[in-house]
């Protein structure tokens, strides 16, 4: 976009304070995700080596989840990097605007995750993107690791994630990482509640992560028919 | 145990290298409106989806969790009122919350 254009458009650029406040928020939820995974049969260290290295909130459930539920570690497997394949559509996406080189790009990768896609994507201008991306991976990595670390060591004693109402720090956070848009953007609002409907009809039917891949169908419908209606970012 | 500890690496290198993989494509598939376009309803499309998977479902059944609902309508009425991001998250955690300890497990 225009570089005037963002100087003279009266947007608050909160890129910092909205990471830092997105990473200690969801990061805290790593409590929910290690106590989870121990009481699903991970030992402490294959828990925090997802938290390290797949660094995936929903596919780290999803495998812990497997194996809570005695089945197949293939499909557990299978499922979860599947789960994990919607951070190749985000990489697609940031990946103009952060242009990491060298060193950078190995580490930027390892942060293309819903939250820093969301809060990259809700700033009005490139430098406020890569800041909003930077500094959200890196609080919600180190946060994330912390609690799920605290998570893994007082499952049991830290009684259930539901009293403290820790789940539905995700699906919150996730409806109010998208409002924005959808506020903006009929296109949007169609495709989120398309996605919604493909992912529900859908969940009793195919294995648990595979409805939320297959909304995807509905961003495909929607980029089809409506493909020039793209909304100036951060237009909220 | 090697079992889950295979698991946990192949899950971890997966997911490592699909990020990998999306910082690398080449930028000029972007150049197409449509893909373009594509690519910037894929987060809306997935974590609406992700958002009510995981309010409504478990595994592949769907649960009915009064507490998590009442959270979930916490959050919306907190949208609507324009409330900024974190403020979202704690009414919809302490609304969850609060649901749970009045026994609407």
Same mark, same amino acid.
Request: charged share 10%.
């Given at each position: 976009?225009?570089?005037?254009?963002?100087?003279?458009?009266?947007?608050?650029a909160r890129p910092l304070r909205d990471g830092v406040?997105l990473?200690?928020?969801?990061?805290?939820?790593?409590?929910?995700?290690?106590?989870?995974?121990?009481?699903?049969?991970?030992?402490?260290?294959?828990?925090?080596?997802?938290?390290?290295?797949?660094?995936?909130?929903?596919?780290?459930?999803?495998?812990?989840?497997?194996?809570?539920?005695?089945?197949?570690?293939?499909?557990?497997?299978?499922?979860?990097?599947?789960?994990?394949?919607?951070?190749?559509?985000?990489?697609?996406?940031?990946?103009?605007t952060?242009?990491?080189?060298?060193?950078?790009?190995?580490?930027?990768?390892?942060?293309?995750?819903?939250?820093t896609t969301a809060i990259s994507l809700a700033q009005?201008?490139?430098a406020s993107m890569r800041q909003g991306f930077w500094a959200t991976f890196?609080?919600?990595?180190?946060?994330?690791?912390?609690?799920?670390?605290?998570?893994?060591?007082?499952?049991?004693?830290?009684?259930?994630?539901?009293?403290?109402?820790?789940?539905?720090?995700?699906?919150?956070?996730?409806?109010?990482?998208?409002?924005?848009?959808?506020?903006?953007?009929?296109?949007?609002?169609? $495709?989120? /509640? %398309?996605? @919604? &409907?493909?992912?529900? !009809?859908?969940? #009793?039917?195919?294995? +648990?992560?595979? =409805? $939320?891949? /297959? %909304?995807? @169908? &509905?961003?495909?419908? !929607?980029?089809? #028919?409506?493909?020039? +209606?793209?909304? =100036?970012?951060g237009? %909220? | 145990?090697?079992?889950?500890?295979?698991?946990?690496?192949?899950?971890?290198?997966?997911?490592?290298?699909?990020?990998?993989?999306?910082?690398?494509?080449?930028?000029?598939?972007?150049?197409?409106?449509?893909?373009?376009?594509?690519?910037?309803?894929?987060?809306?499309?997935?974590?609406?989806?992700?958002?009510?998977?995981?309010?409504?479902?478990?595994?592949?059944?769907?649960?009915?969790?009064?507490?998590?609902?009442?959270?979930?309508?916490?959050?919306?009425?907190?949208?609507?009122?324009?409330?900024?991001?974190?403020?979202?998250?704690?009414?919809?955690?302490?609304?969850?919350?609060?649901?749970?300890?009045?026994?609407?497990?």
């Open positions: 976009m225009p570089v005037e254009t963002v100087a003279s458009t009266p947007v608050r406040g990473g200690l928020a969801v990061g805290v939820s790593g409590i929910a995700f290690g106590a989870a995974a121990v009481s699903s049969g991970l030992s402490t260290w294959q828990t925090c080596a997802l938290s390290l290295f797949a660094f995936t909130g929903a596919s780290q459930f999803a495998l812990a989840g497997v194996i809570a539920g005695g089945g197949s570690l293939l499909a557990g497997t299978a499922g979860a990097i599947l789960l994990g394949s919607r951070n190749t559509l985000y990489g697609l996406r940031l990946a103009g952060l242009q990491p080189r060298g060193w950078r790009k190995p580490v930027a990768a390892l942060g293309v995750i819903d939250e009005p201008d490139p890196c609080c919600l990595y180190l946060t994330w690791n912390v609690s799920t670390l605290i998570g893994a060591i007082g499952a049991g004693r830290v009684g259930s994630p539901e009293a403290f109402g820790l789940d539905v720090v995700g699906p919150a956070a996730f409806l109010a990482l998208i409002w924005p848009r959808l506020r903006t953007g009929k296109t949007e609002r169609w $495709v989120a /509640l %398309a996605g @919604v &409907a493909i992912a529900l !009809g859908s969940a #009793t039917m195919l294995p +648990a992560g595979v =409805p $939320v891949i /297959l %909304a995807a @169908v &509905a961003a495909l419908a !929607g980029a089809m #028919t409506a493909p020039g +209606a793209a909304q =100036p970012e237009s %909220a | 145990m090697t079992g889950v500890w295979s698991a946990v690496l192949a899950t971890s290198a997966g997911c490592y290298l699909l990020k990998f993989a999306g910082l690398t494509v080449p930028q000029r598939v972007l150049a197409n409106a449509r893909v373009r376009r594509f690519a910037e309803l894929v987060p809306v499309a997935l974590l609406a989806a992700l958002s009510a998977v995981q309010t409504a479902t478990s595994g592949q059944s769907f649960v009915f969790e009064p507490a998590r609902l009442a959270g979930m309508a916490a959050a919306i009425v907190a949208l609507l009122l324009r409330a900024p991001f974190l403020v979202v998250i704690v009414v919809a955690a302490a609304v969850a919350a609060a649901a749970h300890a009045a026994g609407l497990a």
